[in-house]
């Protein structure tokens, strides 16, 4: 610590000695507890009705205890706009997926796993105004996503191609090798006809779209004539595939022969698609080149073919979500530093003005639109609760601001809240960076605090000025026990821009890490931070953070909780489900042809410095951070005798998904911080 810091931590001490001091509860009463968090309501999949009346979104509920292992029921329901009591339109003890209104607004499809365990995800249709959902595709496979043709009489969906019946007899008598990158599935594009009548109730037999051949589709759109999809498409399924290796290409569905053509070849991450309403232009989220770590610049291109324009350029933002209006502007919803804003874009070109709808306190990352585009839905969270439905009005010239319209979670209106604020400070290399900080509930009330750390994953993400409390970063239940909780945007996060997010390559571990000890620092500046009671738990890249912070760091940091984190970069390129994504975007190098600066940035590398006592936590089934990092880790911890503890959970991939999981990593992670950073 410097010299500076510790004498304003000086007088801070001095200052908070006249004032009288009011301990949080006791042990025995804490509110924010594993139920609370693992349990309470989340809204999701909101979606406004075309005549703009009627919101239909997804809400969670918990499993009961005497469930079978699994992770929360989630269910449709309906609000009308202007509030009152929302109505439940499923209640089946099921995971209900991705509702979509028909274009009239009579039904809702959405996706859903129904029966068994061994249940495939099959498409379901709701009429609007209630009753028996209708299976509308089989269970031979699952599919992944679909959209609705313009004038709803047909259903484009994504599914993988189920195993012939020479590939079950195989499998039956032991023949059940597999040739990897091989023998792989193609998500197929398909589609599906209204019965007689444009009845649902006996929809025609789905047929796969030529044109689309033997590609995987991951997001699509149609045309507003009906006649085509626009697609990311790649030529595998694989999941390193589907982030590095899409293009963009009309696909043509009414025409059996006529042929896919490519609009925007390979250049990195793309996502999501959107074709305008005159059906002149094709709007897609995308990185600018090879190495931009997140899909999160606007560009358009005429849906003829042409060359793409940048409709973001150099703005210090990164978009998450884009539709079309009627009227040709495009809607963006934009992550800017840890806020979120809706804007209107002109389209094309210089000069274009934006108006800003959402600004303030509502944290969201999507949208969805009424058809004559003035009416929109969103779930948004605040720093004060989790997301919740609103709606709002677009307005030429900006709308009101949006007004809530549920309210899923009373129970936690009552339960004490640690001040939320974003803590601004400079990187040692000067460099601007943003946190965002929860004080302790009962502050002040003490002449230190302890801190937890939490670094996000990705590093392609970044934390938000909204709720940011769950089972593995339970941001309040820390502020209730007394704890500053910091959640540092370190360089190389989105959310300000292309320059910023790449700000990290060819630096593994370096300066992106030493922001977060810098933001330890400008914490302990301006609060009563004990800087010998300081902990960090994180997940994937937090959890690789995590590892440096605990070998590497270890005099900085006095507990940590590593949750599925990378540890020798070596050998995690070789066995992750995603080494071009992990090579091209977050360094921009290749550790094959650079081990010794790999080897250099890996956890284990520094375990001789190692002394800080460590909880680990894995899924036994992850495969972007396969389980042998957590063992590499623990077993360098053990040789050199830190305080270690390792926990692995049956059935979880990356994050845990699992009610009992996700309480016991919650119950394990309080309980390690309370034991390491007692005074």
């Known amino acids: 610590m410097s010299i500076r810091v510790a004498?304003?931590?000086?007088?801070?001490?001095?200052?908070?000695?006249?004032?009288?001091?009011?301990?949080?509860?006791?042990?025995?009463?804490?509110?924010?507890?594993?139920?609370?968090?693992?349990?309470?309501?989340?809204?999701?999949?909101?979606?406004?009705?075309?005549?703009?009346?009627?919101?239909?979104?997804?809400?969670?509920?918990?499993?009961?205890?005497?469930?079978?292992?699994?992770?929360?029921?989630?269910?449709?329901?309906?609000?009308?706009?202007?509030?009152?009591?929302?109505?439940?339109?499923?209640?089946?003890?099921?995971?209900?997926?991705?509702?979509?209104?028909?274009?009239?607004?009579?039904?809702?499809?959405?996706?859903?796993?129904?029966?068994?365990?061994?249940?495939?995800?099959?498409?379901?249709?709701?009429?609007?105004?209630?009753?028996?959902?209708?299976?509308?595709?089989?269970?031979?496979?699952?599919?992944?996503?679909?959209?609705?043709?313009?004038?709803?009489?047909?259903?484009?969906?994504?599914?993988?191609?189920?195993?012939?019946?020479?590939?079950?007899?195989?499998?039956?008598?032991?023949?059940?090798?597999?040739?990897?990158?091989?023998?792989?599935?193609?998500r197929r594009l398909w589609i599906m006809e209204a019965g007689a009548g444009g009845s649902w109730s006996a929809p025609g037999v789905p047929r796969p779209v030529a044109a689309a051949g033997d590609r995987s589709i991951w997001e699509m759109d149609w045309s507003p004539d009906g006649s085509a999809v626009v697609a990311t498409v790649s030529d595998t399924p694989r999941t390193d595939d589907s982030y590095m290796l899409k293009r963009v290409m009309v696909i043509p569905v009414a025409d059996e022969a006529a042929a896919a053509r490519e609009l925007v070849p390979k250049v990195g991450k793309v996502d999501q698609v959107a074709w305008s309403r005159d059906g002149r232009t094709i709007a897609y989220r995308a990185g600018v080149d090879v190495h931009d770590s997140y899909s999160g610049s606007i560009f358009v291109v005429p849906a003829a073919g042409g060359r793409p324009v940048n409709l973001t350029g150099d703005a210090p933002e990164s978009v998450n979500r884009i539709a079309w209006l009627p009227d040709g502007r495009l809607a963006a919803v934009a992550v800017r530093g840890t806020k979120t804003a809706l804007a209107i874009l002109e389209v094309p070109g210089p000069g274009r003005s934006r108006t800003v709808l959402a600004p303030g306190p509502l944290i969201f990352t999507s949208i969805a639109l009424s058809k004559d585009g003035a009416r929109f839905a969103l779930a948004a969270s605040t720093a004060d609760g989790p997301a919740e439905v609103y709606v709002g009005e677009v307005g030429s010239k900006g709308g009101a601001e949006p007004r809530r319209v549920t309210a899923a979670n009373p129970d936690l209106e009552s339960l004490p809240r640690g001040r939320q604020e974003i803590l601004t400070y400079k990187a040692r290399d000067g460099l601007s960076l943003e946190a965002v900080l929860i004080r302790p509930a009962f502050y002040p009330g003490r002449s230190s605090y302890p801190l937890i750390v939490i670094p996000h994953g990705g590093p392609e993400s970044q934390f938000l000025d909204g709720w940011n409390t769950g089972y593995a970063a339970p941001g309040q239940a820390f502020a209730e026990r007394g704890w500053f909780v910091l959640y540092p945007n370190y360089r190389g996060s989105t959310g300000r821009g292309v320059a910023f997010a790449a700000a990290d390559h060819g630096n593994l571990g370096g300066k992106e890490f030493t922001d977060v000890l810098d933001a330890i620092d400008a914490l302990?500046?301006?609060?009563?931070?004990?800087?010998?009671?300081?902990?960090?738990?994180?997940?994937?890249?937090?959890?690789?953070?995590?590892?440096?912070?605990?070998?590497?760091?270890?005099?900085?940091?006095?507990?940590?909780?590593?949750?599925?984190?990378?540890?020798?970069?070596?050998?995690?390129?070789?066995?992750?489900?995603?080494?071009?994504?992990?090579?091209?975007?977050?360094?921009?190098?290749?550790?094959?042809?650079?081990?010794?600066?790999?080897?250099?940035?890996?956890?284990?590398?520094?375990?001789?410095?190692?002394?800080?006592?460590?909880?680990?936590?894995?899924?036994?089934?992850?495969?972007?951070?396969?389980?042998?990092?957590?063992?590499?880790?623990?077993?360098?911890?053990?040789?050199?005798?830190?305080?270690?503890?390792?926990?692995?959970f049956p059935r979880e991939k990356h994050g845990f998904r699992e009610r009992a999981h996700q309480i016991e990593t919650f119950e394990r992670i309080m309980a390690w911080f309370e034991r390491y950073l007692k005074p």
């Open 524 to 648: 302990a500046g301006k609060y009563p931070i004990d800087l010998e009671r300081v902990g960090i738990t994180g997940g994937s890249y937090g959890g690789y953070f995590t590892a440096l912070a605990v070998t590497r760091y270890s005099d900085r940091f006095a507990a940590g909780v590593e949750l599925f984190g990378i540890t020798n970069w070596m050998s995690f390129l070789g066995t992750s489900d995603t080494p071009v994504e992990n090579s091209q975007v977050h360094w921009a190098l290749w550790c094959y042809e650079n081990a010794l600066r790999c080897w250099e940035a890996s956890p284990v590398r520094h375990v001789g410095a190692a002394a800080t006592p460590t909880l680990i936590m894995q899924g036994a089934l992850d495969e972007r951070v396969p389980k042998p990092q957590s063992d590499e880790l623990y077993a360098a911890l053990r040789w050199k005798g830190v305080p270690v503890e390792y926990v692995v």
């Open 7 to 186: 004498a304003r931590a000086a007088v801070i001490a001095i200052l908070l000695a006249f004032i009288p001091l009011s301990p949080p509860p006791s042990t025995a009463d804490w509110k924010w507890t594993a139920g609370k968090i693992v349990d309470y309501a989340r809204v999701g999949s909101v979606e406004i009705s075309p005549d703009g009346r009627r919101v239909a979104y997804l809400l969670s509920r918990p499993r009961g205890a005497e469930d079978k292992p699994g992770g929360a029921y989630v269910n449709l329901w309906v609000v009308a706009v202007e509030g009152g009591a929302p109505r439940r339109m499923t209640t089946a003890d099921v995971e209900d997926k991705t509702p979509a209104w028909s274009p009239d607004g009579s039904a809702i499809a959405f996706l859903s796993a129904r029966g068994d365990e061994k249940a495939k995800t099959r498409l379901w249709l709701m009429p609007a105004q209630g009753g028996e959902a209708l299976p509308l595709t089989d269970e031979k496979t699952d599919v992944a996503l679909f959209a609705w043709s313009p004038e709803g009489r047909r259903i484009a969906y994504v599914a993988s191609d189920p195993k012939t019946e020479a590939q079950e007899k195989d499998e039956k008598a032991g023949r059940d090798w597999t040739n990897v990158d091989k023998d792989l599935k193609p």
